[in-house]
């Protein structure tokens, strides 16, 4: 039997409503949208248009991927973030609403000390998303993004080309264990403003427990934060002095039980002060911040 896109949609909704996603009618209006190429108003004032034999097939293959733990965001290779548009693939770590909060808190924070053209380094890019959230959003802002995976430098670039920021974005490909040696090559002398991560926070032995999704399919090297969780916070606490101007911010997403085990990384180095707590949207202490003093 012919399917019409309605139709199309309310079947699918009822196969992603039974294997348990969240939101099933909205991932099967999103997977529509992203197979005709529309938006979703659209596919509401088209809904008794008739799907060819093609179509149809296409559009269920993609409802298939999605029963099968493919996040959506893979599927239709994008996702909105600070009102951005911003392209995503596998092996990229999808960005999350809950990073917004570092975002704001970054701007804010530039806006309330009246930094002028400030410098900002972002360290595990990923898909550069907070970098270039930061550079859209503060047009006078210099950002340098840092990651160690080369496919997660080829989607950062992507997007900084289809934003426009080519020209105050800076991609360079390096491990953050060995950025102190890069910095004595000439970071160290011009210093940032601004340090900011959404490190991997997620502990070894938690990873089996997450989600399909996130389990088998995003990039374990962006989850795995260690034993603990907290190896990238103790080599970023490490890498601010020779990074960071006296007085620069340092800024960190951190899991939802995280927050006071970071702190106390910080006071352990002995160079910070004012550190603070950003909270999310659900309550969680989901960013810590600093301001680095040398004296």
Known sequence: MDLNVLKAMRKAGELLNEAGVDSPQLEAGMLMGHLLNCSRERLYIDRDRILNPEETLSYFNLVDKRLKGVPIHYIIGHREFMGLDFYVEEGVLIPRPDTEVLVEHIIEHVKSRSIKAPRIIDLGT?????????????????????????????????????????????LIQVDIFSLLEESEAGWQESGFDI????????????????????????????????????????????LGPGILKNEGLWAVEVGYNQAHSVAHVLRAAGCYRDIGYVKDLSGYKR???????HE
Do not use: W
């Not at 399919?217 to 990238?232: N, W």
């Open 195 to 238: 340090m900011v991560s959404n490190p991997p926070y997620i502990p070894t032995s938690d990873i089996g427990g997450l989600e399909i999704q996130v389990r088998e399919y995003e990039p374990r090297r962006a989850l795995d934060g260690g034993e603990d969780g907290l190896d990238f916070y103790r080599a970023l606490a490490g």
């Open 287 to 293: 960013v810590v911040a600093a301001i680095l003093d």
């Open 126 to 170: 990923g898909s550069g998303a907070i970098a270039i959230s930061l550079a859209k959003y503060m047009e006078d802002s210099r950002v340098t993004a840092v990651d160690i995976d080369s496919c997660a430098l080829g989607v950062a670039r992507r997007n900084v080309l289809a934003h426009g920021l080519e020209d105050r974005v800076d």
